[in-house]
């Protein structure tokens, strides 16, 4: 069975401390029961996660949804968000995650990438270098969310093919955003292969697409 490789990048800065990253972690737990739920998500699915403030932590590398455990995701006091570090640990380990077709068999489908930021990346210049490389991997799709009042689609809108906002960064939010990465997962899944194309779910009325 060929694999559907999800890399979830996820803003650990100061400013997520507290409701926020709390309401994150609930996310999470809420999108992998879902997938779950899905036989054919479950026999195909592996899932990345890494997060980003000051460093760029690998907090799960890419791992079977029925052995992945993911630890509580945490952030410091306080602290820059370094997105393009996190881009560039991502770059790194692509080559070493993702399988290839050979004569003997085929490789995987092309990977998604959800990246979730509350605000601008610190490190620009290393963002703005980044950008094209991440690009030029042949990602499925690359799906930004700007959560909160600080954060705006221009700030990423170079990496990503679409770009969704968060007005609030409560509980219910967060968890409407991982339910529709879910739908997203999942509806790619069962599409790969069957289109040239896979068409995103649209998504609920807590997030709006701006990009």
């Not at 972690?25 to 992998?32: A, D, H, P, S, Y």
């Not at 509350?118 to 490389?133: A, T, V, Y």
């Not at 967060?174 to 289109?195: C, D, E, L, P, Q």
Request: glycine fraction near 6%.
């Amino acid at each position: 069975m060929r694999r559907l490789p999800v890399y979830l990048l996820l803003d650990t800065s100061g400013s997520m401390r507290g409701e926020p990253i709390e309401a994150v972690n609930t996310g999470i737990r809420v999108m992998l029961s879902a997938l779950r739920q899905d036989p054919h998500a479950l026999e195909t699915v592996h899932v990345s996660i890494i997060t980003f403030d000051v460093d760029a932590k690998v907090v799960v590398p890419l791992t079977a949804l029925d052995e992945l455990q993911v630890p509580e995701i945490t952030t410091p006091q306080s602290g820059p968000t370094h997105l393009g570090l996190a881009l560039e640990t991502l770059a790194s380990r692509i080559p070493r995650e993702l399988r290839n077709s050979t004569p003997e068999q085929k490789g995987d489908w092309a990977p998604f990438l959800f990246v979730m930021t509350d605000g601008k990346p610190s490190d620009i210049m290393l963002f703005e270098e980044q950008c094209p490389r991440i690009r030029g991997i042949g990602f499925a799709y690359i799906v930004g969310c700007v959560a909160g009042p600080k954060a705006k689609k221009e700030d990423i809108q170079p990496l990503c093919d679409v770009v969704v906002s968060l007005d609030t960064m409560d509980s219910a939010s967060f968890v409407s955003f991982f339910k529709w990465v879910t739908s997203t997962i999942s509806g790619g899944n069962r599409s790969m292969g069957a289109t040239a194309t896979v068409a995103l779910p649209p998504p609920p009325p807590e997030i709006q697409v701006v990009f």
